[in-house]
């Protein structure tokens, strides 16, 4: 791992929704470590500043490719970056879905808007090693039909239960509406027996893993992505800290029986 | 797959209960499209959902019929016939094809009215039917997704 920017180039860019894009990344020269699923880099765009961004793919080359949406000064330098664009790039920092824990169970994937990218590449994962879990399961939420991204990925993917949900439709929509909450009581899993992986905005997780819990699935077995304000992503700084945890160092990924009583106190 | 109603069921009935609300059920199937029942309309029936997607929609004048929320498989459509004055308060519509099982509202109402533990366990069913869908329903108010930020480290 190191401390300076590797450089990267800008091979693809796809715009997901009216305000994020996917952008796939290759080494100009040596490659960053590999990635796990869940784990994130600091993405710099020159000029600008760098921010923390959950790998939404990762390749066998080096390669990999983030998921941005634009709500600040740097995402709205890394949306506006073209292809043969350069960025930088440290990492991998943090921890992973760790997926490997729920071999042999049900797998229980719960995304609330551009939150299905970090999860997206423990789905491919999953779905690529069939006899190795059993029911994978994916359920998506949105706000609205443009909040969704991977659309038509997410139809193509081999699940046993894939449903997508919105609060708001639009004329077009002929889906669910509903919370994404709404869905777990219709998916195929067995509680006791489950890992259930969730990433969002904290109040879509909040509400996830406390029904998905209320349903029997041991909190330790629900893993959350946390995001926090993260500037060194080597556990220095100290503005990523919760409570006890620095994110950067001792997350993203949590489980819910870590997380729980950190999100539910007040101004922490 | 999907889960199946006899999955979803112990959760809402105990085994007893559910076996004997079930005698009563009538299967039926609607077509997509079709009007399940109408706002405003005297609510006689309910029905489980045992394939299909239900669509609860809202009359607005002057505007499209806004769709307010799904319902799937085994889900219970409607809870109107419990309570006086036994008026839909949403119209609701097949989405896709829709297999369900249909109760008459008069007759298991009678049931509850003849044996208090089965009209009891069927309170507490609708209860918690209503109790998971306000909840639902306040979670949407707050807008669950609208404190995403950058789509950075989650």
């Known amino acids: 791992m190191t401390a300076v920017p590797v450089p990267y180039l800008v091979v693809d860019r796809r715009r997901e929704t009216e305000e994020s894009v996917t952008l796939r990344l290759e080494p100009v020269a040596e490659a960053l470590d590999d990635f796990a699923p869940g784990q994130f880099a600091m993405v710099h765009c020159f000029g600008r500043g760098e921010i923390p961004l959950s790998v939404s793919s990762v390749q066998t080359t080096g390669g990999l490719a983030h998921t941005i949406r634009n709500v600040g000064a740097v995402s709205d330098g890394l949306c506006a970056a073209r292809v043969g664009d350069l960025l930088g790039l440290r990492g991998p920092y943090g921890t992973s879905w760790e997926l490997d824990r729920a071999r042999g169970r049900d797998v229980l994937v719960v995304a609330g808007g551009i939150g299905l990218a970090p999860l997206r590449p423990l789905i491919l994962s999953a779905l690529a090693e069939p006899e190795a879990y059993g029911r994978v399961s994916v359920l998506v939420g949105a706000r609205t039909p443009g909040d969704l991204i991977a659309r038509e990925e997410i139809e193509s993917?081999?699940?046993?239960?894939?449903?997508?949900?919105?609060?708001?439709?639009?004329?077009?929509?002929?889906?669910?509406?509903?919370?994404?909450?709404?869905?777990?009581?219709?998916?195929?899993?067995?509680?006791?027996?489950?890992?259930?992986?969730?990433?969002?905005?904290?109040?879509?997780?909040?509400?996830?893993?406390?029904?998905?819990?209320?349903?029997?699935?041991?909190?330790?077995?629900?893993?959350?992505?946390?995001?926090?304000?993260?500037?060194?992503?080597?556990?220095?700084?100290?503005?990523?800290?919760?409570?006890?945890?620095?994110?950067?160092?001792?997350?993203?990924?949590?489980?819910?029986?870590?997380?729980?009583?950190?999100?539910?106190?007040?101004e922490l | 797959m999907t889960p199946s109603i006899t999955l979803r069921m112990p959760h809402a009935l105990p085994p007893e209960h559910r076996e004997r609300l079930l005698r009563v059920a009538r299967e039926v199937g609607f077509r997509q499209g079709a009007r399940l029942f109408e706002e405003g309309g005297h609510a006689d029936r309910f029905w489980i959902v045992r394939d299909g997607t239900v669509a609860l929609d809202m009359h607005v004048p002057g505007h499209p019929t806004p769709v307010i929320e799904t319902l799937g498989e085994g889900d219970l459509v409607g809870w109107s016939w419990l309570f006086e004055p036994y008026v839909w308060q949403l119209g609701a519509r097949a989405q896709t094809p829709v297999r369900a099982y249909e109760f008459d509202a008069v007759a298991v109402r009678l049931m509850c009215d003849d044996d208090a533990e089965f009209g009891r366990e069927i309170g507490r069913w609708v209860g918690r039917v209503l109790s998971h869908r306000l909840n639902a329903a306040r979670a949407r108010l707050v807008d669950l997704y609208g404190t995403s930020t950058s789509g950075g480290v989650r």
Request: proline share 9%; glycine share 10%.
């Open chain 1, 157 to 266: 993917w081999p699940t046993a239960y894939t449903r997508v949900m919105v609060d708001w439709p639009d004329k077009e929509w002929r889906g669910d509406v509903g919370v994404v909450t709404q869905l777990l009581g219709r998916a195929p899993f067995d509680p006791a027996g489950t890992w259930a992986f969730v990433c969002g905005p904290e109040p879509m997780i909040r509400a996830t893993a406390r029904e998905l819990a209320d349903r029997g699935v041991p909190k330790e077995r629900i893993r959350v992505s946390l995001e926090r304000n993260m500037r060194c992503a080597t556990g220095h700084c100290g503005h990523c800290q919760l409570g006890p945890l620095l994110v950067c160092r001792d997350g993203p990924v949590a489980g819910w029986d870590v997380a729980e009583p950190l999100l539910s106190v007040r």
